[in-house]
Structures are given as C-alpha cells and as structure tokens.
C-alpha cells in the first residue's frame, strides 16, 4: 500500500485510519468463523415476519447503525430501524411495540459504554424474548461479557485491532458497518473493498491536507440514505479530532436547505457524499452545484463515484461498482472525512490521540448515572 506516510503522521489515530483494509479482512474471517452460531440466532429471530430489527449504539456506533439500515432492509425485506442506546435508556418503552418479537443488534467499540450495557438490559427486562447480536471490538467489555454465554445471543469475536486506542473511532466504525453487512447476510466482496481502501489511502493524506490548509472554520457533510449515517460520522469525527475547534455539521442534501444552510459563511467548506444510485445522486449533484454557488468551487468536495464533479466542485473519487450498496460505499468514502479530520486537527496543533488533555471528553463516556427504571415514576 503506497501511502503517502509523510502526511499522516504517527499517531495511533493515523495507524488506525490506515489498518482499515486489513482489518476487513480479519473481520470477515471472524464472521465466516461465527457464521453457525449467527444463522442459529437469525433462524430464531426472523422466523416471525413481524420481527422488528433495531440497530443500536451510541454516537459513531449510532452512525453504524443508520449507515446499514437501508441496505439491510432492503435485504431482510423488512423495516429495520436505527435507535441509538441514548434514546433506548432514556425511553425504553418506546422501543418495545406490543407483543413483536425484537432482534436488537448493538454495536460497541470497548463495550464498556454505561448506556450500551443499560440498553440491552433494559429492552431484555421488558421484552425478555428478545434476540441479541452483538458486534462489539472488546470481547473482554462488558457488553460482551454479558451477552456472551445467553442462550438468545450471539456474541462475534471481531480482531481485537478493531478497538481503536486513538480518542476517535476510525477502524472500529468501518470494521462493525462490514460485520453487520455480513452477519445478516448482505453479500460483500472484502477482497475487493479492501483493495479500493488502499486505493483511497493512496492519496487521502495529501487530498485532506489540501482541505485542512484552507483554514476552514466550519465543516458542513451532506449523504442521503445510508450516507447521511456517514455524513453524521464524518462531522463528529471532525468536532472530536479538533476538540470543537472546526465546528461541523451532517446532514441530507434535501434537508440541510430547510434551516442547517444557515451555517454557511465564508470560512465554510462543504462535502457532500454522492451515491451509487442514479435517482438518489441527482438530489446529491443538485446540492454540490448550490453550493459551489454560494461558497465557490474550492470549498466544495464532491466524493463519490467519478472524478467529474457538477457545478466544478472539487472531486474526490471512490471506487466501487455502481449500483453498489451504499453502506460499503460508505466504508470507503468515510477514509476521506477520517483524513480531513485528523489534518484539521494535527494543523491546529493539536494532538489526535488525546484532543482534550483537559478531560473534558473522554474516550470512553463518563459522568452518565444509570437510573432505575424499576422505580421510574409514571407520572
């Protein structure tokens, strides 16, 4: 892998970022290696139709979730939601509908999160019938450890590489966004994304160093579908990496016109996310072209399937086939808002590993008191 080393430093951050296309691979062996012990649990869940299927975590694992839920239900042919652990601990009851059966698949980086734990519990005591996947990149977390010997669950060992030691989540959200494609079956070539990572990373140090030096202020990412998961990522990967100091924000191409544009001003530079599919691209160009009018071209980076960008964007390409699902689209196309963030944060002066020596934030969420909902008031 010919990757320009001299832009990307030697944080674990950078490592992280970088270890992504070997990690695929591991983690479609751990997969393959779990692969009769996911069909046992899939069989149970999904015999009954009226299975719900949520896909849970908090922050970059929210995202997780709703890059892969429109692919999946494409594939299962059912509704699949994305509800973050946040909602679920706040709200538990909106999550249980009735008497329908639950397939409740969370996703964890360390597992140790209070609200990751909490969640599936909580959902367990009111729907106790519920089935649990669990990707999660630390089999010794307490999610795992929970989950791990239940007779109703399935707990993957993903490579333990996958959880990140940088403050960021880097190769952990690309490496649980491909366990839960494969888990549930959507057909993947990893050889062949992994090969189109590498391509990616070939020139993602320099093209992010370009971006960082234009000094933006304000970082605004737009996806539809699956990438507007990504597009959610790719703002909180920038916010973390630079300790709030470029302020970003994620939305929808349609969307972000119905208020979020207010953001735009001359320190902003946009990247918008273009899909594999035709009909949803055209919505994608239509916002790259409106943009270029309001910030000009420089400050606008269309990536996606071509080089040619509308309106004379700033064009940064990502193999794939067309037609693909977006969320592997996404496994590639977030490498470049990884980069960004972490050239924005290293111009800055800032360290990409710990951006707030202070503890204001932590790696691993701390201050969040679990309440007992046995004796929450009704009122």
């Known amino acids: 892998m010919a990757v320009d080393d001299n832009q990307w430093g030697d944080s674990r951050t950078a490592v992280e970022i970088r270890q992504q296309?070997?990690?695929?691979?591991?983690?479609?062996?751990?997969?393959?290696?779990?692969?009769?012990?996911?069909?046992r649990l899939l069989g149970e869940a999904l015999v009954d139709p009226r299975t719900r299927v949520v896909l849970t975590g908090a922050g970059t694992s929210a995202?997780?979730?709703?890059?892969?839920?429109?692919?999946?239900?494409?594939?299962?042919?059912?509704?699949?939601?994305?509800?973050?652990t946040t909602d679920i601990v706040a709200d538990p009851r909106s999550v249980v509908a009735g008497d329908r059966p639950l397939l409740l698949v969370s996703f964890a980086r360390s597992g140790n999160?209070?609200?990751?734990v909490a969640a599936a519990d909580l959902v367990h005591r009111l729907a106790p019938s519920t089935h649990h996947l669990v990707l999660t990149c630390n089999a010794s977390g307490e999610l795992a450890r929970r989950w791990a010997d239940a007779k109703n669950a399935v707990v993957p060992v993903l490579p333990p590489e996958l959880d990140d030691r940088g403050f960021a989540m880097t190769s952990s959200f690309t490496g649980m966004v491909l366990a839960a494609l494969l888990s549930l079956g959507v057909e993947v070539d990893v050889e062949g994304a992994a090969r189109a990572a590498s391509a990616v990373l070939d020139t993602a140090g320099s093209r992010a160093a370009a971006v960082a030096a234009a000094e933006p202020g304000r970082l605004v990412y737009l996806g539809s579908g699956a990438l507007k998961g990504l597009a959610l990522e790719a703002a909180l990967k920038c916010l973390e990496l630079t300790a709030g100091a470029v302020v970003a924000v994620g939305d929808s191409p349609l969307g972000f016109r119905h208020g979020p544009?207010?953001?735009?001003?001359?320190?902003?530079?946009?990247?918008?996310?273009?899909?594999?599919?035709?009909?949803?691209?055209?919505?994608?160009e239509d916002i790259t072209r409106e943009l270029v009018g309001a910030l000009g071209p420089d400050r606008v980076?269309?990536?996606?399937?071509?080089?040619?960008?509308?309106?004379?964007?700033?064009?940064?390409?990502?193999?794939?086939?067309?037609?693909?699902?977006?969320?592997?689209?996404?496994?590639?196309?977030?490498?470049?808002?990884?980069?960004?963030?972490?050239?924005?944060?290293?111009a800055r002066g800032l360290e990409p590993d710990n951006p707030f020596p202070g503890g204001e934030v932590n790696r691993v969420v701390q201050g969040v008191v679990i309440h007992d909902f046995a004796h929450r008031s009704e009122g």
């Not at 995202?63 to 509704?79: E, N, T, Y």
């Not at 999160?113 to 990751?116: D, L, N």
């Not at 001003?265 to 599919?277: I, P, Q």
């Not at 990502?318 to 050239?343: E, H, W, Y």
């Open 21 to 39: 296309p070997d990690a695929w691979r591991r983690v479609a062996r751990a997969v393959a290696h779990a692969r009769s012990d996911i069909d």
């Open 63 to 84: 995202f997780a979730g709703q890059v892969v839920a429109p692919d999946l239900a494409r594939h299962l042919g059912r509704p699949v939601e994305a509800i973050a």
């Open 113 to 116: 999160s209070p609200e990751s």
């Open 261 to 284: 544009k207010s953001i735009l001003d001359d320190r902003t530079t946009a990247v918008v996310f273009h899909s594999a599919d035709r009909y949803t691209r055209s919505y994608d």
């Open 301 to 346: 980076l269309a990536v996606g399937p071509a080089d040619q960008a509308p309106g004379g964007a700033r064009g940064w390409p990502i193999p794939g086939a067309p037609g693909g699902p977006d969320a592997l689209r996404a496994m590639l196309a977030v490498i470049p808002a990884q980069a960004i963030a972490l050239a924005c944060s290293v």
